[in-house]
Structure formats: C-alpha cells, structure tokens
C-alpha cells in the first residue's frame, strides 16, 4: 500500500470548502494535485480558491481532470470529498476502485457515514477504502479521524496514519464504527444542550460563543478535555476532580436537554448567528480564522502543545 514518501501525487475528487482545502495541503507540501468535480465552472472556483489560501505559493503542481477515472489512474493516495449522501459515496467509491492501482488508498472525507456502507460497492479492493475525516479547514487543523470498515485491511489503515502524519497532521484511529466518529459526536453533545439552552430562552445565540471561545475552548484547544480536567483538580489530578466534582456532574446530565430541531429553533438560531455577526462578510471572518489558527499552531508548535 502506498504511504509516506511514496505519495507524491494528491487525486482529490470534490472541490468545495474540503477538497480545495485537501488541494492547499498537497501543494504546500510539495505534491502533485489531480482533482475533479463535476460541477460546472468547478475549476476556475477551485484555482481562485486556492490562490486566495496559497497567496504567492506555488500552484503549478495542479491539474483538473476530466473525470473520476483519470484521478484515480494518477493518484497515489485518493481523498473523496463529495456530498454528504450514501447513494453518492457508493456510486463514486465504484469508479474509483475500478481506475485505481490496487495499491492506491482510497479514503473519504465523510463526517458520519461509516465506511461499511459503501465500501461494498468496491467488488476490486474493499480493503483499501477508508475514512479519512479532517476538520475544515483541513489544510491548517491537524486533525483527521481514521476510520476502517468490516473489510478494510490492517495495512490500509497503517499507511493512511502513516500518509497523514507524513503531510503534518495528526490523525487518531477510531477503531470501531459508530456514525459521526469521535468529533462530530462530541461537537454534537455540545450542540444539543446549546440549542436547548437558547430554545429555553436561557442565553442567546452570541452569549453561548463567547461561553465557548472566551471560556473552556481556549483550554481545548491547548490540552483537550481530560487533560484540562485532570489540571483542574489539583495535586489530586482527574482522581480529585471525579471523586468530588462527579456526582453534581452526573445531576447536570441528567438535567440535560433534548431539544426538538423545529423551524422556531432553527429561526432562533439562524437570527442569533445574523444578530452577533451584524454584517461581518463570512469571507473576512474565515481570513482571520485562518490567520489565528496558524498563529496557535505555531505556538503549540513551540510551546511543545502541539
């Protein structure tokens, strides 16, 4: 299986927000990029796209492709980014195992499908196909969840950590299917006790990001969870903390909410976005978002936190 050092061209096939971020991550690391989307005008979108991240980096190594079969002909490591449906993934995933080498991974960037649902369509080589879910946007956030299927093999999944950690990421193995992986299962909790508690009219939607980006995520982002936990508790460590903090822990979850995604919550939810935001074009918000996620890495980077 193709890995590492032997990856040296990127076949990216869907080049929305992911994929053109896929492409940026090739390109700065010195790689050739082949990348197909069958959207009209999706190459001028995606070469804008990628000038705007890549400023006066070199693109040069990028071409657009005809079709899924050339990409997957060309490439030496796939990463699918299509939409978000099984249909989709399965009649891609088809093509692609029926163009590619047999020892070219094959992975998708899907953020809850599990990879036994379409691996099947794959009647050549299952066994190299995989998820390889990133966090947007993927060329800077060093995360990428790992995920094998019934029919994926130990080999597959050793070369994509081993691809990815090669491309500067850091990528965790998610050894059991469970729909949405690890991230987007704790972003989910998170989520459904912030719109319950804007529902209940207990915040506002501006008032529940700033609870976050101004209070435990600072804390996240440096250490995660348990580690931050276990800092709170002292010479006693996480053994402290649960010993006395759990029990009143366990009386909030059970007063959790279980909010309904009704069309007064999303209203409420979508003008609260409106309210905080007040005119900021989401293009700048992105460009600083950006800009501070390099800064943090490069702290993290430095500060050994990272």
């Known amino acids: 299986m193709r890995s590492g050092t032997d990856v040296r061209t990127l076949g990216v096939v869907g ?58 002909a060309h490439a030496d490591l796939v990463l699918e980014s299509g939409p978000e449906r099984l249909d989709v993934k399965r009649e891609i995933f088809a093509a692609l195992d029926a163009a590619a080498p047999p020892d070219v991974l094959l992975t998708s960037s899907s953020s809850g499908l599990m990879p036994s649902t379409f691996q099947d369509a794959c009647t050549r080589h299952p066994e190299r196909v995989l998820v390889a879910h990133p966090f947007n946007p993927p060329h800077l956030v060093p995360l990428v969840e790992v995920v094998g299927g019934s029919a994926t093999s130990p080999e597959a999944v050793d ?17 059991r299917e469970v729909p949405g992986h690890v991230a987007n299962r704790l972003q989910a ?19 529940i990001d700033t609870a976050i980006a101004d209070g435990p995520g600072l804390r996240w982002s440096l250490l995660g969870p348990f580690a931050t936990q276990h800092l709170s508790g002292g010479p006693g460590g996480l053994g402290h903390v649960l010993e006395h903090l759990g029990p009143p822990m366990v009386d909030w979850w059970d007063d959790l909410g279980h ?30 978002r950006d ?13 050994g936190l990272g």
Not at 35 to 56: F, I, S
Not at 259 to 283: Q, R
Not at 291 to 303: F, G, N, S, V, Y
């Open 15 to 72: 080049t929305g927000a992911i994929g053109v971020s896929w492409v940026v991550l090739g390109l700065e690391h010195g790689l050739g990029v082949v990348a197909w989307d069958p959207a009209g005008g999706a190459e001028e979108r995606l070469r804008e796209q990628v000038a705007v991240r890549l400023g006066d980096g070199p693109a040069d190594g990028l071409r657009f492709a005809d079709g899924l079969e050339e990409v997957a």
């Open 159 to 175: 070369a994509a950590l081993e691809t990815l950690h090669h491309l500067g990421k850091r990528p965790i193995h998610i050894r």
């Open 189 to 207: 909790a998170l989520w459904r006790e912030a719109y319950h508690l804007v529902d209940q009219g207990i915040v506002s939607v501006a008032d």
């Open 259 to 288: 909010p309904e995604l009704t069309g007064d919550l999303i209203e409420k939810l979508v003008d609260g976005v409106d309210e905080e935001l007040d005119g900021t074009s989401a293009e700048d918000l992105v460009a600083r």
């Open 291 to 303: 800009q501070a996620l390099r800064r943090l890495l490069e702290i993290k980077t430095d500060l």
